[in-house]
């Protein structure tokens, strides 16, 4: 102990901030001050004698004035010691493209700063319009809905798009309940639904069949599709995915319905119908407008598959077809294209699929308005709006553009062409229309019902 002492308390100032030892090694010192890399330089000249010359400034970059930033200033480097030098009118040149290359980089950010000024200022003008639109919707319009909901300023505003905040409210309300369907009676077929569910999972044999005879079989592949569809309806938002937030939300609305209609069942295309509901409304409230929307005849006929009704839209689609846009129907008419290879996907799903989500809504705001009329309505809107790109293609590529609508399609463009569709045909709008082709159809099966019999 007295010699450790006496050697620290002989230790130099100088020697106190050298590295001591410990037992087992090395270790820093408490003050371990860095040295200035000039003291370091002098401390070496004094010890070796020899002096360090500064290094020769390059002659390299001696013409250039700055750093180049980037590769495109590369262009006025000169070349290497090793290669032959730049000529006047070369250096002059480079000097030219780079400047052309800068004022393009700057035109294109002004461009682009210009545009999200502009795109900035329509989505402020867009909120302001939704908010003032909300406080006559709320204030005005729903407490007073049966007054005024026929009236021509509800209508002009709802053309306009309904506010997100009042949308569920308005669908419900137009769409109705002429099922009376109550949340209990939901509670008790999604009841019935999770029963169904777990007997399927204990068990592969069940004898149950009083739901309209339909075969146990039959009834587990439906509800097996339901979860198989779940999974692809709008898979780039990911709430719908498996371990989602609304993904047992629209496995329970879909299996209640199946309970609940036993007859119609689960058909592709009914996920989407569903989640654009959910989003919108609460579950119980969701599941009776679903219930109920399925239950108007457009999408009974389709969703059963009712072949000769569904030929019957397709006919007076393709009445009010060759009367907006003559060109392109014979176009198609060349091709043999008919209504039903782009029209089913859109009718199945009520464009939910085929169009951005926001527009999608959009065109419910209107169908909810105006009906079955309006769903082909829109598609001859998106017809009109493609017309010069459809004219340049054949078959394949018409069936594969329908199918992939672009995704850069925007609510005002499509909106302007729905709206220069004229559903009128011979002073016929489109139910006169519907009703004269279902008249003609009832005759021709009187006319031919022995040879049908036969």
């Not at 250039?64 to 090793?82: C, Q, V």
């Amino acid at each position: 102990r007295n010699f450790f002492t006496k050697r620290t308390k002989e230790l130099k100032p100088a020697v106190q901030s050298a590295p001591g030892w410990k037992l087992f090694g090395k270790v820093p010192p408490r003050e371990n001050l860095q040295k200035d890399s000039k003291i370091i330089q002098q401390e070496y000249e004094a010890r070796t004698g020899r002096t360090c010359k500064p290094p020769l400034p390059s002659t390299r970059r001696k013409n250039i004035e700055f750093e180049p930033l980037s590769t495109t200033a590369l262009i006025l480097e000169d070349r290497p010691a090793n290669l032959p030098a730049k000529s006047v009118e070369e250096a002059l040149r480079h000097r030219q493209e780079y400047d052309e290359m800068v004022a393009e980089a700057k035109k294109r950010e002004i461009k682009e700063a210009h545009k999200r000024k502009r795109i900035m200022r329509e989505r402020f003008k867009q909120e302001e319009s939704i908010a003032s639109a909300m406080v006559i919707w709320v204030n005005e319009i729903l407490p007073n809905w049966e007054g005024m909901r026929a009236t021509r300023r509800v209508r002009e505003l709802w053309w306009q798009g309904l506010p997100p905040s009042v949308r569920g409210k308005v669908w419900s309300l137009a769409v109705g309940n002429e099922l009376n369907i109550t949340p209990e009676l939901y509670e008790i077929f999604l009841s019935r639904a999770k029963e169904r569910w777990k007997s399927f999972s204990e068990t592969s044999s069940e004898n149950d069949t009083e739901d309209a005879g339909a075969s146990v079989a039959d009834r587990e592949a439906s509800l097996e599709l339901i979860k198989l569809d779940i999974s692809r309806t709008f898979p780039s938002l990911y709430i719908f995915q498996k371990g989602g937030p609304y993904h047992d939300l629209l496995h329970s609305v879909l299996g209640a319905y199946t309970c609940y209609r036993p007859d119609v069942g689960y058909v592709q295309g009914m996920s989407f119908i569903a989640a654009v509901l959910i989003l919108n409304l609460e579950e119980a409230d969701a599941f009776i407008a679903f219930a109920n929307l399925l239950n108007k005849p457009c999408q009974l006929a389709f969703f059963r598959v009712d072949h000769s009704m569904m030929l019957k839209y397709f006919a007076a689609f393709e009445v009010f077809f060759e009367e907006n846009l003559p060109k392109l129907f014979l176009h198609f008419k060349s091709y043999s294209l008919t209504p039903d290879i782009y029209l089913i996907d859109w009718i199945f799903t009520l464009y939910s699929k085929s169009l951005p989500l926001d527009l999608a809504c959009r065109v419910w705001d209107v169908f909810c308005r105006d009906g079955e009329e309006f769903l082909f309505r829109t598609g001859l809107g998106i017809l009109r709006l493609y017309e010069d790109i459809l004219l340049q293609m054949d078959f394949i590529h018409i069936a594969q553009f329908l199918t992939k609508l672009p995704e850069d399609i925007t609510s005002e463009k499509l909106f302007t062409c729905i709206a220069a569709i004229q559903m009128q045909n011979s002073n016929k709008k489109w139910a006169q229309v519907f009703a004269s082709l279902m008249k003609d159809n009832k005759e021709g099966d009187k006319n031919h019902s022995p040879a049908l019999k036969s």
